[in-house]
Nanobody, 126 residues
Framework: QVQVVESGGGSVQPGESLKLSCAAS????????IAWFRQAPGKEREKVSC???????YYSDSVKGRFTISRDNTNNTVYLQMNSLKPEDTAVYYC????????????????????WGKGTQVTVSS
């Protein structure tokens, strides 16, 4: 079955960086998208970023210019490089994946992802 495993969370100070990893396995889709979401205590889950290919990515306004998503197709792993972290970035970060049609913007897939990881905590505090 499809498995999604996040890693790389931790505690950092404002302005520092973290790199999250998401390893997906157990699927045979030709095309797929992987996305990051986050949920802070008492808040709704928020879309952060997604990638379906090198040219098909999405970033929320709150992270644009600070976070970079990338993908290693050889091992179905996606990375989220998070720079200039702010206290408001504190949340549990979840990775999700599902089949992609190969051409639509990956943002549209983010509402329909069925395979999720358990999350990794990111805490930004001085």
């Amino acid at each position: 079955q499809v498995q999604v495993v996040e890693s790389g969370g931790g505690s950092v100070q404002p302005g520092e960086s973290l790199k999250l990893s998401c390893a997906a396995s157990g699927f045979t889709w030709e095309y797929y998208a992987i996305a990051w979401f986050r949920q802070a205590p008492g808040k709704e889950r928020e879309k952060v970023s997604c990638i379906a290919s090198e040219y098909n990515t999405y970033y929320s306004d709150s992270v644009k210019g600070r976070f970079t998503i990338s993908r290693d197709n050889t091992n179905n792993t996606v990375y989220l490089q998070m720079n200039s972290l702010k206290p408001e970035d504190t949340a549990v970060y979840y990775c999700a994946t599902d089949r992609h049609n190969g051409y639509s913007p990956c943002y549209f897939n983010m509402d329909f992802m069925n395979y999720w990881g358990k999350g990794t905590q990111v805490t930004v505090s001085s």
